[in-house]
């Protein structure tokens, strides 16, 4: 495997981030369509929180996908934990260990603090994430459900 490396995704690359972004969602859900408050604040809220990373994932110089990860404090305790977000590797770029080496660099960083778990969801069927985060170590301890709202 060429080089990785993981950059930081900058304001000024908020179109591309944005397509690759709604290439994530599209993967995972099929009919995905950005609202409005999506468009409007996805991408400034995430560049506006400073306990949050999000970086390209560059093989020889070139965005193959990108990394969101940080830090949040637990609800009711005086405690962080560590958050992967999400991960995205462009197709043309899969089944090269881009994913793994990605994660693995920002559970390196998320490590760094002292934290009381480091977690994530995947979507339900996802089975290739799901293969990925056990072989790192990762347990399933819950399954979320979700009641959508009316848009509200």
């Known amino acids: 495997m060429a080089s990785l490396h993981l950059v930081p995704i900058r ?19 099929p009919e995905f369509v950005p609202h409005d408050d999506w468009k409007q604040h996805y991408f400034s809220e995430i560049q506006a929180n400073p306990n949050l990373h999000l970086e390209w994932i560059q093989q020889d110089g070139k965005n193959a996908g990108f990394i969101l990860y940080g830090v949040e404090n637990h609800r009711f305790l005086p405690r ?20 793994r080496e990605a994660a693995t660099q920002a559970i390196r960083v998320l490590r760094q603090q002292p934290l009381s778990k480091i977690y994530l969801d995947v979507m339900d069927g996802n089975t290739v994430a799901v293969d990925l985060w056990k072989s790192l170590g990762f347990q399933k301890v819950t399954e979320r459900y979700v009641l959508a709202g009316d848009g509200r």
Not at 11 to 29: G, P, V, Y
Not at 80 to 99: D, Q
Request: net charge negative; hydrophobic share 35%; no cysteine.
């Open 11 to 29: 304001s000024e690359d908020e179109e591309q981030f944005t397509a690759m972004a709604i290439s994530n969602f599209r993967d995972l859900n």
């Open 80 to 99: 962080k934990s560590g958050v992967l977000y999400e991960l995205y590797v462009e197709p043309g770029f899969r089944k090269h260990g881009l994913a």
